[in-house]
């Protein structure tokens, strides 16, 4: 069965950090984007990171820009994010999701997550 | 960044209802839309993208439309297992945004 699990996740105080993983099973992950979304206890969903199948390109919501970093390690079949400076807002339900897309002359675009892991909890406590 | 809308915010209806859930973007994103539906402590899962385009596996009763800035999703026979929420994406440029959800609950 394809899938992602994530782990890493738990408690940790404001100031710390935190390395989120997610590894895939049984699909060609180097061919997809990786992408990481939280969703805070009762709130929606929000995006947080991207990364492109080569690692060429990243994008950051402006809410972790400068305190998180997403990478990729393809030979693994792993995503990660590392967390700095973590914040009590940080707190959330992590989430891995692929993206899926097609090439066209202007290069991939990403039109859906397609596969999302069961989400693992961060909670940024004293 | 691109602002999405979702209304109505919850919804109230019966087994065998015809739901329709709009999501208005603040500035145009072609038909780079996708639909999702999440259920309580699981994952979100894909039922629409680029706007109109059914994901592999969802039922026919799902479907999508609009482009630009004003996109609908429509359940055309509401299943109990339909009872969840509901969330529009843009997937036009960066950051990717998502609506704020439409709860859809048993009338």
């Known amino acids: 069965e394809v899938q992602l699990v994530e782990s890493g996740g738990g408690l940790v105080k404001p100031g710390g950090s935190l390395r989120l993983s997610c590894e895939d099973s049984g699909f060609s992950f180097s061919s997809y984007s990786m992408n990481w979304v939280r969703q805070a206890p009762g709130k929606g969903l929000e995006w947080v990171s991207y990364?492109?199948?080569?690692?060429?390109?990243?994008y950051y919501a402006d809410s972790v820009k400068g305190r998180f970093t997403i990478s990729r390690d393809n030979a693994r079949n792993s995503v990660s994010l590392q967390m700095n400076s973590l914040r009590a807002e940080d707190t959330a339900v992590y989430y891995c999701?692929?993206?899926?897309?097609?090439?066209?002359?202007?290069?991939?675009?990403?039109?859906?997550?397609?596969?999302w892991g069961q989400g693992t909890l961060v909670t940024v406590s004293s | 960044d691109i602002q999405l809308t979702q209304s109505p915010s919850f919804l109230s209806a019966s087994v065998g209802d015809r739901v329709t859930i709009t999501c208005r973007a603040s500035q145009g994103i072609s038909s780079y839309l996708a639909w999702y539906q999440q259920k309580p402590g699981k994952a979100p899962k894909v039922l629409i993208f680029e706007a109109s385009t059914l994901q592999s596996g969802v039922p026919s009763r799902f479907s999508g439309s609009g482009s630009g800035t004003e996109f609908t999703l429509t359940i055309s026979s509401l299943q109990p297992e339909d009872f969840a929420t509901y969330y529009c994406?843009?997937?036009?440029?960066?950051?990717?945004?998502f609506g704020p959800g439409t709860k859809v609950d048993v009338k």
């Open positions: 999701a692929r993206g899926k897309g097609y090439y066209d002359s202007s290069g991939f675009h990403e039109d859906c997550f397609d596969l």
């Open positions: 994406q843009q997937l036009n440029s960066y950051p990717r945004t």
């Open positions: 990364i492109s199948s080569s690692s060429i390109y990243i």
